[in-house]
């Protein structure tokens, strides 16, 4: 356990050439190519961690500032991703959550019943985290264990349900994203497509990025938007004119480089997504392969970082006026792109209808995430993390996601039966989509 610790701490940045270059090898590709793959793959994370990195740097004071101004008096401090996944892997449950997470993942494939293979195995702190809350909530170390895996059945579900989606609007063949942050968003956003086409008037909006350029020309163009929402965040922040114009210049250089990086990344991707598939289809004929990725890849889309910018000052907004929500948002605001990338394919890149959805989402977000805030707390005390003199912490779009709380649900209420029933369904989905669906519409196609 310490080994594949002190290898998951090396972060994504080493880990995933590594794995890349190991699945290269074991799936025939040449030895050349799959080292720079993987080298290309880690260069891309390094540059993609740099341009949120910027992201970050400059909207948490921002955001901050806007928090101090409002004059926010509430108790809880969004601690961000980084605090929730080094307190999900600080626990002997935590560093399980690695081989439990590998072991799921053959095991459905083995039976054919998912199409989703995990190579970003740093993200399994996902299901670390949940099933640190079901067992500050309970003591119980086995239903822990075994919430995590049926959480980790969810995520794969959901990996090859929007599969086809990924790859029809971002044009990433073979790549999904059993991703915890990112994956839930995309069945938050189904009925609300539902019903704004539904709506008069409304259901004829077209807001994507590229009609909004042809629309308003300059102030259409991506980066020309991400250096107004800066300005309008600067000014919400109460910045002087300097400081205010380097934050629209800053989140206008995120709109052009994060794009850059996530192709950088698709680069080195895209010969082992082949070599996978024609792995699996000279030895199950009719079989299709999905690599599962980090949702990095996704949130550089001019559709979504436009959103979550918009998304940053609602949310502290909603923070304000929301009654009942604990949570200060900080360290997580940066990552709200994470949370609506896989809701804007539903809408089709329609920023209107991805801020309204995700509006909505945020507020239920900043619920939960003050709900199992005493939870988060108790397993940031078992795994000995720094609090930094807070006495009540959570991580916005981790804690506050619905998996979260409908696990924590289940773990409070009669757990292994309905944990169980969770279970049940999630297999009976994954066996319908990859048994039933799936050969149904590949014998329609030929």
């Not at 690695?98 to 054919?112: T, W």
Request: aromatic fraction near 12%; proline fraction near 6%.
């Amino acid at each position: 356990m310490d080994y594949i610790q002190s290898f998951i701490d090396l972060g994504p940045s080493i880990v995933l050439p590594i794995i890349i270059f190991i699945f290269g090898l074991a799936l025939g590709t040449p030895a050349k190519k799959a080292f720079l793959a993987g080298v290309t793959v880690g260069i891309g994370f390094i540059g993609l961690n740099l341009v949120t990195g910027l992201l970050g740097d400059n909207l948490g004071p921002a955001a901050q500032q806007m928090v101090e101004r409002f004059g926010l008096n509430l108790n809880t401090i969004d601690v961000g991703w980084p605090a929730a996944s080094a307190i999900s892997y600080g626990t002997l449950l935590g560093s399980l959550a690695i081989p439990i997470g590998i072991g799921v993942n053959l095991l459905l494939l083995f039976f054919g019943i998912t199409q989703t293979l995990m190579v970003d195995l740093w993200n399994f702190w996902h299901a670390a985290f949940v099933a640190s809350l079901i067992y500050a909530l309970s003591n119980n170390f086995m239903l822990s264990i075994y919430g995590m895996i049926i959480y980790l059945c969810l995520m794969y579900l959901l990996a090859d349900i929007i599969a086809p989606i990924i790859n029809d609007f971002y044009g990433f063949p073979n790549i999904t994203f059993p991703h915890g942050t990112s994956a839930p968003g995309f069945l938050i956003a189904l009925p609300f497509n539902w019903l704004f086409d539904r709506i008069p008037g409304f259901n004829k909006v077209e807001a994507d990025p590229e009609t909004i350029q042809d629309k308003f020309g300059i102030f259409g163009e991506t980066t020309v938007m991400g250096l107004i929402i800066g300005i309008v965040i600067g000014l919400f922040a109460g910045y002087d004119l300097g400081a205010t114009l380097k934050l629209g210049i800053a989140l206008a250089a995120v709109m052009v480089l994060l794009p850059r990086m996530v192709a950088l990344l698709m680069e080195g991707l895209t010969p082992i997504s082949e070599a996978a598939n024609e792995f699996v289809h000279k030895r199950f004929p009719g079989r299709e392969l999905n690599i599962g990725m980090d949702s990095a890849l996704a949130v550089g889309h001019p559709a979504v970082l436009s959103s979550s910018l918009i998304l940053v000052p609602i949310t502290i907004l909603l923070a304000f006026i929301l009654p009942g929500n604990k949570t200060i948002p900080f360290g997580d605001l940066a990552t709200i792109p994470y949370a609506v990338c896989l809701m804007a394919p539903v809408f089709r890149g329609n920023i209107i209808r991805t801020v309204i959805a995700g509006t909505f989402y945020m507020g239920s977000i900043l619920y939960i995430t003050s709900w199992v805030a005493p939870l988060v707390t108790a397993a940031a005390q078992a795994a000995n993390f720094e609090m930094g003199g807070n006495s009540s912490i959570t991580a916005l779009v981790e804690g506050g996601l619905w998996p979260t709380w409908l696990f924590v649900t289940a773990a409070d209420n009669l757990p292994w039966i309905f944990l169980t029933i969770i279970f049940v369904i999630i297999l009976a989905a994954l066996y319908y989509v990859n048994k039933v669906r799936k050969p149904k519409l590949v014998e329609g196609e030929e």
